[in-house]
């Protein structure tokens, strides 16, 4: 099974729900399509009042309706040749609305997906019953809902694989991250051969998503899959993106944050100067990142010379000791780590045998 | 409330140790007091405070720790070497932490080792650890690319010599759950010790694989405050608990009052800048 993975992005309905301006909503939904990004979700009141029509809404556009027949229409009148209607199911029959939408999505000749936003609260039996109560319906993917969060990642795996041998459908996965499993899940709703996931960039969002950016690079790493993804620029896209939301990306953030290969520890820096693999899970480069050896509290004596011949400088063994013990004394006090000038002006101070003066 | 049928795990919080050594983060000698006397007040049970072979500095401010009336066991991190374990005792700790590499990427690529040295090695430490008295856990570093096989035999040794516990260790956050459950659960029924699972968040799945040990039978866990720590850092003690608690699983009881208290402290302390072209490229 090497289908890839098409993502869902729920970034850009973020943005429009939060009256990001209609400019930078448009170049988001470029850049993200750039990125590879094949779905990307708009609910159908924000599609209105942001004025999209033919001209913006392409293939890679699906507008997210209430389940009511007349947006449909609505979808249709704009332009969009995909919806995703969101359903609440209640323990008992599938709603007839959602027959009635279905039958008029067929005669727009519009792809429609149906959301099953509370899949995870109720048996599998019962989710087995609504789908196939579905089979004679031109649908195009059912979306496994996880809105409360109730997921794990062994039971996404156990159920998302039963659900999958139930449906000739395409199945869809949409976790929700309120305990910050929301990755693990997707993930293993991919290896349990779910080829359709939700995420946002970030995870952002109000019952907060997958992050984008972290399924993207787990699938690759931990499931040796391939995608349409161009990551190469991924850190500095996903900041535009956050800085169009309001938000930055913190320093740690995962795959995407600028310090996350910042190595300061001896024993790490010793490591990856050997072999980058030591310590690190994917290089750098793979996101648009750089690598960087800091030399702060926890240097090593190999960083410290790496540091050093950098500058052109090759001390010896007893010198090298020396000015690690003065760099341990001075970050300590300063509460931050040395920059090349200031270990260079550290290493000049060394006459007289004291580098504590530079204090 | 401990709730019925639910297991208790033991969270080991390392955020004064794997936490300060994110790249550019300093702890001053007053937010070490200051983390360690909230960690305690919030119920840790383990708390994993430094390196005292890192220097006379680290160990006068490990010192000041060891002398709060703190009820949490303090742990000295400590490599299989002999000053090491010199500075840790000099110190005054009384339960040691020794960590090893375990695959074969860490042990020959690294360290230029072979498997029985470092296993000789830690059983020399051991004994030293030992014969002074002190209580001993043993880490298996980058566990998750080692043969599960050789972590047995850390295992074995560690247990022969009276470790209370073992550390799974995955160093640089390359698991999953799906084969963290697969992994700690072959583990577990062959291991003669009690399991700490330690994850990084490389990947953003620290919490979930942390979930995934204790589900395959790990009875403890390492975390750091706000999830501090090397690259995108360690398993989030906040998050961690509210999974754990969620999924069935008893920690200990935590004010949410003191664990907000302990993000905001260690958020202010752990303050460091995006790096960028004033810094080393490799």
């Not at chain 1, 279905?102 to 019953?129: G, M, Q, T, W, Y």
């Not at chain 2, 059983?123 to 002190?134: I, T």
């Not at chain 2, 395959?216 to 509210?242: C, D, K, P, W």
């Amino acid at each position: 099974m090497s289908m890839r993975i098409n993502y869902s992005d729920q970034t850009l309905s973020v943005a429009a729900l939060s009256h990001v301006p209609k400019t930078k909503l448009i170049l988001m939904g470029e850049l993200l399509q750039r990125i590879g990004i094949s779905t990307i979700d708009i609910p159908i009141e924000q599609a209105k009042i942001y004025g999209f029509s033919q001209g913006l809404i392409n293939n890679a556009f699906r507008a997210v309706i209430k389940p009511v027949v007349g947006d449909v229409d609505t979808a249709y009148r704009l332009g969009f040749q995909r919806i995703s209607v969101p359903y609440h199911h209640k323990t008992g029959e599938l709603s007839n609305v959602v027959y009635e939408l279905l039958e008029k999505a067929r005669r727009l000749k519009v792809d429609c997906s149906l959301e099953i936003e509370n899949a995870s609260s109720f048996p599998v039996s019962e989710l087995a019953a609504v789908i196939n109560s579905l089979k004679d319906q031109q649908l195009d993917t059912v979306i496994y809902g996880d809105r409360y969060s109730l997921m794990e990642p062994l039971r996404t795996y156990n159920i998302l694989k039963h659900v999958r041998q139930l449906t000739e459908f395409n199945v869809e996965f949409h976790a929700h991250d309120g305990y910050h499993l929301a990755t693990a899940n997707t993930l293993s709703a991919i290896k349990a051969g779910v080829r359709h996931v939700a995420t946002s960039v970030t995870g952002v969002g109000n019952a907060k998503h997958a992050p984008f950016e972290e399924v993207v690079l787990a699938a690759r790493h931990l499931c040796s899959l391939s995608d349409n993804i161009a990551a190469q620029d991924f850190a500095a896209e996903c900041a535009i993106i956050a800085t169009y939301l309001g938000k930055e990306i913190p320093v740690d953030k995962a795959i995407i944050g600028k310090n996350i290969f910042a190595h300061e520890s001896g024993l790490h820096v010793h490591g990856v100067m050997k072999n980058p693999s030591i310590y690190e899970a994917f290089p750098p480069e793979e996101v648009g990142l750089s690598r960087f050896l800091i030399i702060g509290k926890h240097s090593g004596s190999a960083a410290l010379q790496a540091a050093l011949s950098k500058l052109g400088i090759e001390p010896s063994t007893a010198e090298l000791q020396k000015l690690l013990k003065s760099v341990r004394t001075i970050v300590s006090h300063k509460k931050s780590h040395l920059t090349p000038y200031e270990l260079l002006h550290l290493y000049n101070r060394r006459e007289g045998g004291s580098y504590e003066a530079s204090q | 409330m401990k709730p019925a049928n639910s297991r208790v795990v033991d969270l080991v919080d390392t955020t004064l140790r794997d936490g300060e050594q994110a790249a550019g983060v300093v702890f001053s000698l007053e937010e070490k007091i200051t983390i360690a006397a909230t960690l305690d007040q919030a119920g840790l049970r383990y708390i994993e405070a430094g390196i005292p072979a890192m220097g006379a500095e680290e160990r006068e401010a490990l010192r000041s720790i060891l002398s709060l009336p703190l009820k949490a066991e303090l742990i000295a991190w400590n490599r299989a070497k002999r000053e090491d374990i010199e500075a840790s005792i000099a110190c005054g700790f009384s339960f040691l932490h020794i960590s090893v590499p375990s695959s074969n990427l860490h042990i020959s690529n690294k360290l230029n080792k072979t498997p029985e040295i470092v296993l000789k090695e830690l059983e020399e430490a051991l004994q030293m650890a030992r014969s002074f008295g002190c209580d001993v856990s043993v880490g298996a570093e980058d566990a998750s690319r080692a043969d599960p096989e050789y972590f047995l035999q850390i295992a074995e040794a560690a247990a022969k010599w009276g470790a209370r516990h073992i550390r799974f260790a995955d160093t640089v956050g390359c698991l999953e759950p799906l084969s963290v459950f697969r992994a700690i659960r072959y583990l577990v029924s062959r291991c003669p010790l009690p399991i700490e699972f330690h994850g990084h968040n490389d990947f953003g799945m620290a919490t979930a694989n942390t979930l995934a040990a204790v589900q395959a039978g790990a009875l403890m866990a390492s975390t750091t405050i706000r999830g501090l720590g090397e690259r995108a850092g360690n398993a989030n003690f906040q998050q961690v608990y509210h999974a754990l608690e969620r999924f069935g699983y008893y920690t200990s009881s935590i004010d949410n009052e003191i664990i907000a208290n302990l993000n905001k402290l260690v958020k202010k302390a752990a303050y460091r800048p995006p790096f960028g072209k004033m810094e080393y490229i490799h």
